[in-house]
């Protein structure tokens, strides 16, 4: 077999602490801590095997990589690869399934207590001085929910959805999963999108992005929602309209959000959301609700057995089928 061109472009996406397995055959490897989109067609000229993360791979920038065989991409999401482009050209592409299931749901969890519990808006207020004013051994300037009894609404029941109602059911929750918005009927064991908004305490987004999940909670969904209720995405930025959030946020038409996913990211002041961050019942995190150690070690192991198992004929976990 001939020696194999092997080329990671957003190496940095995976810290340096995680060890990635070496591959057992003949190869040259090229890694690359981010890409730019204008260095993306270069880069991957002569490569047999591409890894992206995040970096976007389509029609234009892979055109001229004759050689390309597999894309690799070390994680779950696939929206940054033109799959259908891939499909055409014979290119196989592989994801990452399943690696997050403690990681993601232990985040959302904390995401929920903290935002139950007001902890930002409390944390807030004694950096005001506001306890010192009271005078007392206590003070409640924000109202504070108990987890248990409450009910969590999911709106994805793959890995990481049934891996969160695990989780919320162990702390006391009563889970409820949501059909596809706008579905004529139900499946077993799901309610209506509508009906899930709008009994749930709190709502947490497991769905892929796509055409039909865009904007998935806009101005009519949160509108829904109790005014207790709480928002929690893990998923994908792209899911929420981000400046409805942050109205519904400042008319208190929700309790509160916590968000870590972003239409764009890394976010700047010109999202909703960052501009806003001052908010006690907005809690903003860097897309790092997948990003435990021993999650990414799974990630990364993972990312080099599906490379290994397409070198040897066997491949395994393709979206391009």
């Not at 109202?143 to 248990?148: L, N, R, S, V």
Request: glycine letters at 6%.
């Amino acid at each position: 077999m001939p020696k194999l061109k092997v080329v990671f472009l957003d190496r940095a996406t995976i810290p340096s602490q995680i060890h990635l397995k070496p591959l057992s055959f003949e190869h040259e490897w090229l890694e690359y801590d981010f890409t730019a989109p204008d260095l993306v067609a270069e880069r991957v000229l002569d490569a047999d095997v591409i890894i992206t993360n995040k970096v976007v791979l389509n029609a234009d920038n892979l055109s001229q990589a004759q050689q390309l065989k597999l894309i690799a991409v070390s994680a779950t999401g696939v929206n940054n690869v033109d799959v259908d482009y891939c499909n055409e050209k014979n290119i196989a592409v592989a994801n990452i399934q399943g690696y997050a299931t403690q990681s993601v749901p232990e985040h959302v969890i904390a995401m929920l207590f903290a935002l139950k519990r007001n902890l930002v808006g409390y944390h807030q207020d004694i950096e005001a001085g506001e306890w010192q004013k009271d005078k007392q051994f206590c003070f409640f300037t924000h109202p504070i929910q108990d987890i248990a009894g409450s009910t969590l609404g999911l709106m994805g029941s793959g890995s990481l959805g049934q891996a969160t109602a695990a989780l919320a059911k162990a702390i006391g929750m009563k889970v409820i999963f949501a059909e596809r918005k706008g579905a004529d009927s139900c499946r077993e064991g799901y309610l209506p999108f509508d009906a899930v908004l709008q009994q749930a305490d709190a709502i947490s987004l497991h769905c892929p992005l796509t055409e039909a999940t865009r904007n998935l909670i806009s101005e009519p969904e949160l509108a829904m929602m109790k005014p207790s209720a709480v928002l929690i995405n893990a998923g994908r930025g792209g899911l929420v309209d981000e400046q409805a959030l942050v109205e519904a946020l400042v008319n208190h038409q929700i309790a509160g959000a916590g968000m870590d996913v972003f239409t764009q990211e890394p976010a700047d002041k010109s999202n909703p959301l960052l501009a806003n961050s001052h908010l006690s019942n907005l809690l903003l995190t860097p897309h790092v609700a997948w990003g435990s150690d021993s999650s990414i070690q799974k990630l990364s192991d993972i990312l080099m057995d599906n490379i290994e198992a397409f070198v040897e004929g066997k491949p395994q976990n393709l979206v391009s089928e």
